[in-house]
């Protein structure tokens, strides 16, 4: 995979909410030629349908306890509801896209993690079929990717989103990933007053959630992203989507966000 693509990972409720001008700038970076690899995920959207149908979920460090019945409401709104809903919003804006979820074509090879006996059907990722990636962005269409994995015998196992893009972005060989979220990137409190850090290293991150400063929801995505440094990736940025033209901003270099660095 050459350096004309990067792999983004955005939580489908954020896509969503994402205006415009994000999706037209994804279609300037394609019509440039360098086409966006999305992995997305869609937590608060999964929650919400498993109350309407009155099935009980809970977390786990994190991570959606998992059985075949979650499992099904899973793969029901990441690989059809949100999936098309991201892929029919990048086609509005003038782009192409091509959903899929890691089931097609054995995209995602999935295995249990390790605390399965306490989370359930939840997956780690030992494999991704790139050369399915890199014929879709062959062909000028980008990928669109719900992070549903499949196992032995056809097991089917729910992945975090960060995991998996995490291990798309290394699979493929790409540099850089971008995490798109609703927050400027990591803050710490200097002097009594909220600031980005510009740029961390993996010590830095180990040290701040050990201190408290990195917290909440914001553990799993910075300890994915730095799942993620791994192979031929460098970085990851951690990213606010709303921000105007923040993907090819910080493709031309711009500090914006937060770097995390090997």
Do not use: W
């Not at 971008?178 to 803050?187: A, E, K, L, R």
């Not at 799942?227 to 606010?240: A, D, F, P, S, T």
């Not at 910080?250 to 090997?262: C, D, H, M, S």
Request: charged share 20%; proline share 4%; with cysteine.
């Amino acid at each position: 995979m050459n350096g004309s693509c990067f792999v983004m990972k955005c939580g489908g409720s954020t896509l969503a909410a994402l205006p415009e001008v994000f999706f037209a700038d994804l279609k300037k970076l394609q019509d440039e030629g360098t086409i966006p690899v999305i992995v997305h995920g869609g937590g608060p959207a999964i929650s919400t349908t498993l109350e309407k149908l009155g099935i009980e979920t809970e977390f786990v460090g994190g991570l959606r306890k998992t059985n075949e019945a979650v499992l099904d409401v899973v793969e029901m709104v990441l690989s059809g509801q949100i999936n098309k809903e991201i892929v029919r919003k990048i086609q509005q804006s003038g782009a192409k896209a091509l959903g899929l979820s890691g089931v097609d074509g054995h995209l995602i090879h999935a295995v249990p993690v390790a605390n399965a006996a306490e989370v359930g059907l939840v997956g780690d990722v030992t494999d991704v079929n790139a050369a399915i990636v890199q014929g879709i962005v062959d062909m000028g269409y980008m990928p669109v990717i719900a992070p549903v994995g499949l196992g032995e015998g056809g097991q089917r196992y729910n992945i975090n989103a960060d995991t998996a893009a995490g291990a798309v972005a290394s699979h493929l060989g790409v540099e850089r990933m971008i995490v798109v979220t609703d927050v400027p990137g990591i803050m710490k409190t200097v002097d009594g007053e909220k600031r980005v850090l510009p740029q961390v290293t993996v010590n830095d991150i180990n040290e701040m959630i050990g201190s408290g400063d990195i917290y909440g929801g914001m553990i799993p995505k910075v300890k994915a992203a730095v799942q993620c440094i791994q192979g031929k990736v460098q970085e990851v940025v951690i990213v606010n989507g709303s921000e105007p033209n923040v993907l090819s901003r910080v493709l031309a270099g711009e500090a914006i966000g937060t770097r995390i660095l090997r």
